[in-house]
């Protein structure tokens, strides 16, 4: 029988029940899912995401001295009092290494908190996209891919991303894999974005986002290049029952 593959382009199109029994994808390009992944492939012990600044700030208190640290962003920029922003340029191998990371971000940590009643939750970016499509082919659970937004708004980065997840799933096995229509939609996007096949259009695409327009206008332009690398992090965070992302055990090939 073949597994559905839904997109979710916001977490508010779905309620949570919806995802038990499968395996989600939380995808928030530009930038919570990159800079996780980013996170945890440089040492880090755990990412919490965290609903609001209270909470991580909490999270900190409750564990040893020095043993974690605080990140994210509101509106795009690191909040007051916190050791790191939403950048993955901020989580170096020096900074995060063998710490735990309270992370909350205005959409990413929202988008992750709703889907994790699915029997499975990882993290998915551009930088670890053929690990994410390993690890799926791998599961027999339907796939939803939960793209996070922006303050509500569908964008197209993460739409971009899904549709080439959903591409690579079905090319991976057309027979295992059945696209619902709001699959094939995002294949649509993908398919007229990634016309040249190249790392400049995936990062000039990004660019034209909702997500990137932001970035650029808040001076973070180096992060849409490190997000538009594909596969450079063979790593994938997921989201245990107690809400900490770890990665794998072992780096996948």
């Not at 229509?181 to 996007?189: C, E, G, N, T, V």
């Amino acid at each position: 029988m073949s597994r559905l593959i839904s997109v979710h382009p916001l977490p508010t199109c779905f309620e949570p029940d919806e995802l038990v029994g499968g395996i989600a994808v939380v995808v928030d390009i530009l930038r919570a899912t990159t800079t996780i992944t980013h996170a945890l492939a440089n040492g880090a012990d755990c990412v919490i995401p965290c609903g609001t600044v209270e909470q991580a700030l909490d999270i900190r208190n409750d564990l040893p001295a020095g043993t974690c640290l605080l990140g994210g962003e509101r509106s795009g920029v690191r909040i007051d009092g916190f050791d790191l922003s939403n950048s993955p340029a901020d989580y170096e191998p020096n900074t995060v290494r063998d710490r735990s990371i309270g992370f909350t971000t205005t959409n990413g940590t929202r988008a992750l908190l709703r889907a994790e009643k699915a029997d499975e939750v990882l993290i998915g970016a551009f930088v670890n996209l053929s690990a994410v499509v390993d690890r799926l082919c791998c599961s027999r659970l339907p796939v939803h891919i939960v793209c996070a937004g922006t303050n509500g708004q569908i964008t197209g980065e993460d739409i971009l991303f899904a549709g080439a997840l959903v591409q690579q799933l079905l090319e991976s096995s057309a027979e295992r894999f059945q696209a619902e229509d709001s699959a094939q939609m995002a294949i649509s996007h993908w398919r007229q974005e990634s016309a040249d096949d190249a790392l400049e259009m995936l990062e000039a695409a990004l660019r034209r986002s909702r997500g990137g327009r932001n970035l650029i206008e808040l001076g973070y332009d180096h992060d849409i290049a490190t997000a538009a690398k594909t596969d450079s992090v063979p790593w994938i965070g997921t989201l245990s029952k107690d809400r900490r992302i770890t990665a794998s055990a072992t780096p996948l090939p």
